[in-house]
């Protein structure tokens, strides 16, 4: 009883079958590997993982803890305990109270418990097996006698009348000796196994490691991205506030300065109006005395007002044409705007641009660099400059200064024809020979085109990039500290190609290598900064 009970709780709720390869999950339950696998995939889609058996969520796919302790005890008890069809077998001669058989006999083909085997003949005729149902079987089907010789070219078991009859002159070995081989090169297959599970279990704890940190890191990047979208919202927020409040506070300020100025033209008006009615009222008079007593009709005009007229610059001008809302404030504050999303769709920030000059002492006699120190091109004619260590035999040449810390970035113009090589060495790279070429060493890195196709180099290690570059324009990117140095496409987006990881221990210096075309420094930036 305690046997089966110990059995049930061998067994894995999911499969209801013994564990194979048993993990357990924070919450302490155990479950098969596969089986429990199966179940968080199925959960991939609600966002939240939950254990089979307690229901305890988890808000990301929870770590598989390999359960050694269980699996050894599964293995130990499986191995110790006698499989269903052994328990099942039952002493021959035991009839009316079954006896289980402790072992068979195959001369008489019959299974024997403890009592009725140490009444059983000893003649050596009687051959002893552990117990079994399958007697028949362990005797030969055209002599009927027991199996006692393996035959080794035919891969048969055989008895001894066959040893002597169809099977004469074949290799012959005992049946247990036979076994005994069989079973060590089992052994040796099964050491091969169990080595391959083992491996392709540590396998599977690596990707489910490389899973759980691609999931951090997607999270992560999406984390970031929240943030960076809240914060542009709110900054577009702030914008259209801030625009819409100048915009109110100008049109108030100009509504107030017009309103004042109509209200004194429409004083100067009724002035008028009264004035004109009196005039109107003298041109209908019939009476001569009374008209010709009434002022002159100059005098009706206001001199003074004329002046006025006069220093405001008449009533012909027009106080406002539009033109003093301030567009320039405004404009201002959009170009704000406009700064943030460019930043955020060049994908790296573009700063003021620092030279990165090419040095000739260390150019090779093939080249002609430019008066400006930027551009390097290959010719057919050799310079006449002096062989030194720090020449380059090859078609080569690096920059003047190197760096030791922070991020720089500097862009080139490259050729559509020939070859070329732009990346970053050591100083300490050899100037001769083969290993000399950029990405032939493990001391430095390059994006080339060789053959109208381009890869990544370093350590003579290529990977072809899987598509063509379009732009004639390529970035280089430099974070010193964290170990990268990465290749960009300056298309629209902007694409990235390759990023090498490495620890430099030395100043890392520009390096060009171009065979039949040329290549020019088109500017750089020291101590660039990603977008946050």
């Avoid at 191995?79 to 269903?84: K, L, N």
Wanted: charged share 30%; net charge negative.
């Amino acid at each position: 009883m305690a046997s089966s009970d110990l059995r049930e709780k061998l067994d894995c709720s999911i499969c209801l079958s013994t564990y194979t390869d048993p993990v357990m999950l924070r919450c302490g339950h155990n479950f098969c590997r596969v089986c429990i696998g199966r179940v968080l995939d199925t959960q991939d889609g609600s966002g939240v993982y939950s254990c089979p058996e307690c229901r305890e969520e988890f808000q990301e796919w929870p770590a598989l803890i390999r359960n050694i302790a269980l699996r050894n005890i599964m293995e130990t008890f499986l191995f110790t305990q006698p499989t269903r069809t052994e328990i099942g077998i039952c002493c021959t001669y035991c009839v009316d109270s079954p006896e289980p058989a402790v072992r068979s006999c195959l001369h008489c083909e019959a299974s024997l418990c403890d009592k009725h085997l140490r009444a059983h003949s000893k003649s050596p005729e009687h051959v002893l097996s552990d117990p079994s149902t399958s007697l028949e079987k362990r005797k030969c089907s055209v002599h009927k006698k027991i199996l006692e010789y393996y035959c080794t070219e035919d891969a048969a078991s055989i008895c001894v009348y066959c040893s002597a009859g169809e099977h004469r002159g074949h290799r012959v070995e005992m049946l247990d000796e036979a076994s005994e081989k069989r079973n060590k090169k089992l052994r040796n297959v099964l050491q091969i196994l169990t080595t391959k599970r083992e491996e392709t279990e540590e396998r599977v704890r690596s990707l489910e490691e490389q899973r759980r940190k691609a999931q951090e890191k997607a999270a992560g990047e999406a984390e970031r991205v929240t943030a960076l979208c809240t914060d542009i919202r709110r900054r577009v927020d702030d914008l259209e506030k801030r625009v819409l409040s100048e915009i109110s506070r100008q049109e108030k300020e100009e509504s107030l300065s017009l309103s004042a100025l109509i209200r004194q033209l429409e004083i100067k008006k009724d002035e008028l109006s009264r004035k004109m009615r009196h005039i109107e009222e003298l041109c209908n008079m019939t009476d001569p005395l009374t008209v010709l007593q009434e002022p002159d009709t100059g005098d009706l005009c206001d001199p003074e007002e004329e002046g006025d007229d006069e220093d405001t610059g008449g009533h012909d001008k027009q106080p406002h044409d539009g033109d003093d809302l301030d567009v320039a404030v405004i404009s201002h504050t959009l170009h704000t705007l406009c700064d943030v999303i460019s930043g955020i769709r060049s994908g790296i920030y573009v700063g003021d641009p620092a030279d990165i000059l090419l040095d000739v002492t260390t150019a090779a006699n093939n080249l002609l660099i430019s008066d400006d120190l930027k551009t390097a091109a290959g010719t057919e004619e050799e310079q006449k400059r002096p062989e030194t260590a720090e020449r380059f035999q090859y078609n080569q040449v690096m920059s003047r200064r190197g760096f030791t810390s922070g991020r720089h970035y500097w862009d080139v113009e490259i050729s559509r024809s020939g070859d070329w090589m732009v990346g970053m060495c050591y100083p300490s790279m050899d100037r001769r020979g083969d290993q000399s070429l950029i990405g032939c060493n493990n001391k430095s890195w390059c994006l080339g085109r060789y053959n109208n196709q381009y890869s990544v180099i370093h350590d003579s290690r290529q990977v072809w990039l899987p598509h063509q570059i379009s732009s004639d324009r390529v970035r280089i990117c430099l974070d010193y500290e964290a170990g990268q140095l990465s290749f960009y496409e300056l298309c629209d987006p902007i694409r990235h190609l390759h990023t090498f990881t490495a620890t430099f221990s030395e100043p890392l210096h520009a390096a060009l290598y171009v065979w039949h075309c040329s290549i020019k420094i088109l500017r750089g930036n020291i101590n660039w900064k990603k977008p946050l």
